[in-house]
C-alpha cells in the first residue's frame, strides 16, 4: 500500500515540474551540418555582388560620325525628319532576284540592242527600240544602291532597318535574314517608293561560292543604274583579308563606297573599338569613304535604333535625291 502511494506522489510531482518540450521550435532553432554541405559550402564560396553593377556604356553615335567625318557637313534636324517620314511611308517592294548579272532585268536587252542603241538618234527619247516584252517598272532606269559584306555582317537586317519605322523595336522582315552565314545566294532587289532601289547582295568569305563572287562583281563594275554601294563592317570583327580585297577593287573600279559598322550593341569597350580605327586611319583615310554607325537592335545600351536615320539620308543623297522628296508609290495603312 505504502509503495502504491510513493509512486502516485512521484508521478504527479513530476508532471507538475517537468518543462513544457516544443517540437517545432527544436526542427526550426536546431542547425546540423551535413559534412559533405559543409565542404561543398567551403570548396565553393558565395561571391560578393557589387551593389553597383557594371553596365557597358551607350555609344556616343553623333560623335563617333563627327570624329571620323570631318569636312562633311551634318545634316540639320529638318532634313533627318523629313528622310524618315520618308521612309516611314513609302512602299516598299521586292522586285527581283538574280543569280547571274544578265538576268538582272534590262541587262539582256541592253546586250541585244546594244548596237542600234548606239548608232540611234540622239532625239530618241525610248530608252530601248521596239517592243521589250518586259514590264517598263523592271527597267524604268532607277538609281540603285548596293549594300556589300562579309557573309553574316547584317545586309539583310540593315535593309529591314531601314524600312522600319523608327519609333519601332521590332523589325519589319522585306529582306530574309538569317542566324546562318551565306544565307543570300542571289542579288535581290527592293523598289523604295518607287524612287530607288536597295540591292541586297551575296555575302562573301564563309559558305559563300566563286559563282556568288563573280555575280557582284559583273554588278558593281557593269550596272549603270548603281549609283553608290555601302560596304558593312561587323563593329565585333572589324576589317578582315576580304573586306580590304573587295575595297581596293572599288577602288580601282571607280565605284563610289560608304563605310557601314554595324552591330555597334555588341561592342564590349568602345575605347578599343576607336583604338582600332585610329591604328587603321591611314587605310580609311585612303578610301575616301564616310563611317556610319549603327546598331542592329534595341537592346539596354542602346535604347533606340542609332545611325539609322543617317543612313537613310545618305542614301538619298547618293541617288540625287532631294531628303524633301515625297515617294511616288505609299504604302497602305
Known sequence: MRHMLWRRCFHQSSRLFAPTIDIKNIVFKTKVDHPSISKAKAKSPKPLQSKHPKTVPTPDFSRLYKKYNKGHIEPTASDVNSVNHFFNIADIKYEWSAGQ??????????????????????????????????????????????????????????????????????????????????????????????????????????????????????????????????????????????????????????????????????VQNIKDFEKTLEADQEFLRSTMARLIFTNSSVTKTCKKRFGIDLLRLIILESCGLSPRLKPSRKRSV
Open 101 to 266: 548579272f544578265i538576268d538582272v532585268p534590262g541587262e539582256k536587252l541592253r546586250e541585244k540592242y546594244d548596237e542600234e542603241l548606239k548608232v540611234r538618234s540622239a532625239d530618241s527619247t525610248k530608252k530601248f527600240p521596239g517592243k521589250t516584252y518586259v514590264p517598263f517598272e523592271l527597267v524604268n532606269g532607277l538609281p540603285e544602291v548596293a549594300f556589300l559584306g562579309k557573309s553574316n555582317a547584317g545586309k539583310s537586317t540593315l535593309l529591314n532597318n531601314l524600312t522600319t519605322d523608327l519609333k519601332r523595336t521590332s523589325l519589319d522582315g522585306f529582306a530574309r535574314a538569317s542566324r546562318w552565314a551565306g544565307f543570300t545566294k542571289t542579288l535581290n532587289s527592293f523598289n523604295v517608293g518607287n524612287r530607288f532601289r536597295i540591292i541586297d547582295t551575296p555575302g562573301y568569305g564563309f559558305n559563300s561560292s566563286n559563282t556568288q563572287g563573280i555575280l557582284t562583281m559583273e554588278y558593281l563594275k557593269n550596272r549603270k543604274e548603281l549609283s553608290r554601294c555601302f560596304l558593312l563592317i561587323s563593329a565585333e570583327q572589324g576589317f578582315g583579308e576580304f573586306d580590304v580585297q573587295v575595297i581596293d577593287f572599288m577602288k580601282s573600279n571607280a565605284i563610289p563606297f560608304e563605310i557601314v559598322f554595324t552591330k555597334m550593341d555588341k
